[in-house]
């Protein structure tokens, strides 16, 4: 999967979280977890730059009623930092929050809708998406559903 499938993919979630939801990115450096939060990002109308909040941790977005938070937290040193940035305030059903390198906001961060995997395999990708809530899952049967109509 190219840069231009995985802005596709991102574009297909945008659509099937409904503008609500926690979404975890798991992947190595370069995997392509922030080219697949601009796919999602641009989808509900951003139109700048979507780049990695590597050094702000946060990146808050208002698009068209929705209020999306892109984290990436490969620099957190501790998950108590979560606290002092107010993370609590916007991990609500109201709003939709990715996540990359979740496994540093450990014992923090709640339990993820979607848990998404990205594996680097030869000049392409592998994508795993898992759902772990109700709305997780409604995500995974809806993005089943548009593949399987543009397989056919």
Do not use: N
Request: proline share 3%.
């Amino acid at each position: 999967m190219g840069e231009v499938a995985m802005l596709a993919l991102g574009a297909e979630l945008a659509a099937a979280l409904q503008g609500r939801g926690l979404v975890f990115l798991q992947g190595d450096l370069g995997a392509g977890k922030t080219t697949l939060s601009r796919g999602l990002i641009q989808a509900l109308g951003h139109t700048g730059a979507v780049k990695s909040p590597t050094y702000t941790l946060i990146e808050p977005y208002e698009l068209d009623g929705v209020s999306l938070y892109h984290l990436d937290l490969y620099r957190l040193a501790d998950a108590e930092e979560l606290e002092f940035l107010g993370v609590r305030d916007f991990l609500d059903e109201q709003s939709l929050c990715l996540i990359e390198w979740p496994d540093k906001g450990a014992g923090f961060l709640p339990t993820a809708d979607l848990k998404i995997t990205i594996e680097v395999v030869d000049a392409g990708r592998k994508i795993s998406i898992r759902g772990q809530s109700p709305h997780g899952l409604a995500v995974c049967q809806l993005l089943s559903q548009a593949w399987g109509a543009k397989e056919s």
